[in-house]
């Protein structure tokens, strides 16, 4: 079992920046990568990057250039920086665990919300 617990949202105005973290716990080694995601209200959860436990990033085209992902092994924790948040960026964001005997996400934190204000 994993478990993952996010922290860091908040409100901020348009133009500002929030930086999320996720801490894991229990089996990390069965962890192949971290993703955050995001869901809107009346959308579906959608990807915003992700990192690999060799610490291969990629993003999704939207957040390209504003956010960035990064890890801490030391502290079984995984960061989103987001800089030049948008109304549009409003969501909450949750952190999953993809595990290398799915391939799936197959864990998931409670979520934390990010608001940003025009």
């Known amino acids: 079992q994993v478990q993952l617990v996010e922290s860091g949202g908040g409100l901020v105005q348009t133009g500002g920046s929030l930086r999320l973290s996720c801490v894991a716990f229990?089996?990390?080694?069965?962890?192949?990568?971290m993703g955050w995601y995001r869901q809107a209200p009346g959308k579906q959860r959608e990807l915003v990057a992700t990192?690999?436990?060799?610490?291969?990033?990629d993003y999704a085209d939207f957040v390209k250039g504003r956010f960035t992902v990064s890890r801490d092994d030391a502290k079984n924790t995984v960061y989103l920086q987001m800089n030049s948040l948008q109304p549009e960026d409003r969501a909450v964001y949750y952190c999953g665990a993809q595990t290398i005997a799915t391939m799936k996400y197959d864990y998931w934190g409670q979520g934390t919300q990010v608001t940003v204000s025009s």
């Open positions: 990192i690999t436990s060799g610490g291969v990033t």
């Open positions: 229990g089996r990390i080694f069965s962890i192949r990568a």
